[in-house]
Structures are given as structure tokens and as C-alpha cells.
């Protein structure tokens, strides 16, 4: 599955939502645009990344992540943030060079890949408002973004899956990897909102993140995303 080559393409639909396009080709008075249409009438569409967000999340999402690179950025975020934690904690942990996404090979990439996509996933599911339309809607953009049947179904189950932050932080096979899935997860909840908030809490435990990392992490997310 090239699940990079998917992630790339919602971030750049985002870069879309950002600037009032909608990504689906269709304007805002019908259709997907439409249905993302805010009460001014301007349209919020995204296609999939804006369904799957929704118009809110999907606006504090973008700030320099979806502006300035996307997946790349996401990956430098990361490590501004991995960096900073290693320095506050001195000896206590390894110093190593943190291998976030923007500095791995193509293989270890694809596979942070899928799981920072897991994360928005369930992130965007925290407030239950992905309803089995949206679910459909959602299914449709993403079919025409790729052609791989196999990613396609893997995303239709990950919708249709019930939330379950144990279950997502088990994809995070490095300290990195989860400090990217948190990041991207930090990005997409309305953290206004208790039920995504307590997600985020719950995420981070299972993430088993320390918690000075975990709150550079969002210091960091709270400067990308202005």
C-alpha cells in the first residue's frame, strides 16, 4: 500500500481547505462543496481530509503544517519537538538524532506513514460525528485519489472501527513514530471539546508518552498550526 502517496494528497486537499477550494472539483452550492458549505455561504470543502475533519478541525489543522509541506513538515515539527525534549532531559535519555519522517528511507517512511494516517483517523472520530454517510462520502473521495483496492478497504475499516486509543498506539514502534501520531492527533482535535480532549489524554497514555515530550509536542502543535 503506498499510504504515504494517500497522506500527501489529503494534506494537499487541506492546503485547499485552507485557501476556501474545495478539492473535489464541484462548487458550493452542491455536492461535497456544498455540504461543507458554512452558513456565509464560503465554501469549506476539502474533500476527504475536509469530511473527515470537518470544517473547523480541518481550518486549525492547517497553519504551517498543511502550508508549508505537509507530510515533510509534520516530520520536522516532530523533530523540533523530539530535539527539544532530548535537550531538557539531558543525560537522562538518548541523544541520538531523532529519525522522524522527513529524514527516513522510503520503507520506514511508508510506515510511519500509515500509522500517523491511523492517528487522524481516530482523532477525527473522537466527537462521533462521522455519520454513515459521511462515511460513504468519505469512501467515494478517497477512491478517486487512489486506485489501490487494498488501501481503500484498509481505510473503510479504520472508519468503521470503534474508537479505541489502545488499539491506534499500538501501530507506534518508535519513540518517534508515536511523537508523530500525538502531533498529527494534536493538530486535528478541537481540544475545546471534552470528548476529544479526554481522547487526547487517553492517546498520550497509551502512547506511553513522557510527559515533558508530550508537552513540547504541543507547544509545537500550537505554533504550526498558527
Do not use: C
Not at 515539527?77 to 527516513?104: C, F, H, M, W
Request: glycine share 12%.
Amino acid at each position: 500500500m503506498n499510504t504515504k502517496g494517500l497522506l500527501d494528497q489529503l494534506f494537499q486537499q487541506g492546503s485547499q481547505l485552507l485557501s476556501g477550494n474545495s478539492g473535489s472539483g464541484q462548487s458550493s452550492g452542491s455536492g461535497l462543496g456544498g455540504l461543507l458549505s458554512g452558513k456565509t455561504g464560503a465554501a469549506l470543502g476539502g474533500g476527504a481530509l475536509g469530511l473527515l475533519l470537518g470544517s473547523k478541525k480541518g481550518r486549525k489543522m492547517g497553519g504551517k503544517i498543511l502550508t508549508y509541506g505537509g507530510l515533510a513538515a509534520l516530520g520536522v515539527v516532530a523533530y523540533k519537538a523530539y530535539s527539544n525534549y532530548q535537550q531538557q532531559q539531558g543525560a537522562k535519555v538518548s541523544q541520538a538524532e531523532p529519525q522522524t519522517i522527513d529524514r527516513l528511507p522510503a520503507p520506514q517512511a511508508e510506515q510511519h506513514s500509515h500509522a500517523i494516517l491511523r492517528a487522524i483517523i481516530g482523532a477525527a472520530k473522537a466527537d462521533g460525528h462521522i455519520d454513515d454517510r459521511e462515511r460513504e462520502l468519505i469512501d467515494n473521495e478517497i477512491a478517486r485519489l487512489t486506485s489501490d483496492g487494498q488501501l481503500q478497504r484498509w481505510f473503510d475499516t479504520e472508519l468503521k472501527k470503534p474508537l479505541d486509543p489502545a488499539e491506534i498506539a499500538q501501530s507506534a514502534t518508535t519513540h518517534e513514530m508515536a511523537a508523530e501520531m500525538y502531533l498529527a492527533s494534536v493538530l486535528v482535535v478541537d481540544e475545546e471539546n471534552f470528548m476529544e480532549r479526554s481522547y487526547l489524554a487517553e492517546l498520550a497514555r497509551q502512547l506511553k508518552l513522557e510527559p515533558a515530550l508530550k508537552a513540547e509536542l504541543e507547544q509545537q502543535a500550537r505554533q504550526a498550526a498558527a
